[in-house]
T-cell receptor
Framework: NAGVTQTPKFRVLKTGQSMTLLCAQDMNHEYMYWYRQDPGMGLRLIHYSVGEGTTAKGEVPDGYNVSRLKKQNFLLGLESAAPSQTSVYFC????????????FGPGTRLTVT | DAKTTQPPSMDCAEGRAANLPCNHSTISGNEYVYWYRQIHSQGPQYIIHGLKNNETNEMASLIITEDRKSSTLILPHATLRDTAVYYCIVRAHNTNAGKSTFGDGTTLTVKP
C-alpha cells in the first residue's frame, strides 16, 4: 500500500495563478482532509470530505475549493493564488470521523511570489 | 473544542521514558484526548487516543487524570527517532472535522 500520496511535492506560483493539488489514498477510507501548516505553526483544517461526492468547509476555507469525484482522490484548488497561501499543504484520510487515526501524506510545499 | 496547553519544548535522554504533559481543564464529557506527532518535514502521525481510562498501544501509553483535566503521553523507551513535535488535541469522537487545529505542540528532543 502506498497509503496517502500527494502531487506535486513542490510548486512555485506567481500571484494570481491557479493550480490544483492532488491527494490519493489506497486504503478505501471514507474521510479525507486538507490541512495547511504555516512556518512554526500547527496544522489548520481547510476542507474535508465525508465520502465520495461530498465536501465541507473547515476552519480556513477562504481562497480554496475542493472536489471529491472519486472515493480515492481529493483535489484542492487555488483559483487565484495569493502570497498568504504560501504554506505546506497536507492531505489526510481516515476510516472514521474526526481525529481518529488519520493517515497523512508527505505534504506539498507551495510558495506564492 | 476544549483548549489544550502544552510546554513548548522538552528534552529526554535516549533509552529513558519521555513524559509529555497536556492540560485540558475545559474538556467536556464527550471529548477524547488525541495525540499526534510530526517528525521534521513529514506529515503528522497518529499515536493514541483516550476518553477517561488509561490506554496503551505499541507506540505509547496515555494516562488521563481522574478529573480528565490533564493527561500525559508516555514513550517508554525514547529513541533518537522519537524526536518530533507532539500535539495534544481534545475533540468529540464522532463529530465531523469542522474545526481541527493542531496547535503548537511540544517539541521533544531525544538526546544520546
Amino acid at each position: 500500500n502506498a497509503g496517502v500520496t500527494q502531487t506535486p511535492k513542490f510548486r512555485v506560483l506567481k500571484t494570481g495563478q491557479s493550480m490544483t493539488l492532488l491527494c490519493a489514498q489506497d486504503m478505501n477510507h471514507e474521510y479525507m482532509y486538507w490541512y495547511r501548516q504555516d512556518p512554526g505553526m500547527g496544522l489548520r483544517l481547510i476542507h474535508y470530505s465525508v465520502g465520495e461526492g461530498t465536501t465541507a468547509k473547515g476552519e480556513v476555507p477562504d481562497g480554496y475549493n475542493v472536489s471529491r469525484l472519486k472515493k480515492q482522490n481529493f483535489l484542492l484548488g487555488l483559483e487565484s493564488a495569493a502570497p498568504s497561501q504560501t504554506s505546506v499543504y497536507f492531505c489526510a484520510s481516515s476510516r472514521r470521523r474526526g481525529l481518529y487515526e488519520q493517515y497523512f501524506g508527505p505534504g506539498t510545499r507551495l510558495t506564492v511570489t | 473544542d476544549a483548549k489544550t496547553t502544552q510546554p513548548p519544548s522538552m528534552d529526554c535522554a535516549e533509552g529513558r521514558a519521555a513524559n509529555l504533559p497536556c492540560n485540558h481543564s475545559t474538556i467536556s464529557g464527550n471529548e477524547y484526548v488525541y495525540w499526534y506527532r510530526q517528525i521534521h518535514s513529514q506529515g503528522p502521525q497518529y499515536i493514541i487516543h483516550g476518553l477517561k481510562n488509561n490506554e496503551t498501544n505499541e507506540m505509547a501509553s496515555l494516562i488521563i487524570t481522574e478529573d480528565r483535566k490533564s493527561s500525559t503521553l508516555i514513550l517508554p523507551h525514547a529513541t533518537l527517532r522519537d524526536t518530533a513535535v507532539y500535539y495534544c488535541i481534545v475533540r468529540a469522537h464522532n463529530t465531523n472535522a469542522g474545526k481541527s487545529t493542531f496547535g503548537d505542540g511540544t517539541t521533544l528532543t531525544v538526546k544520546p
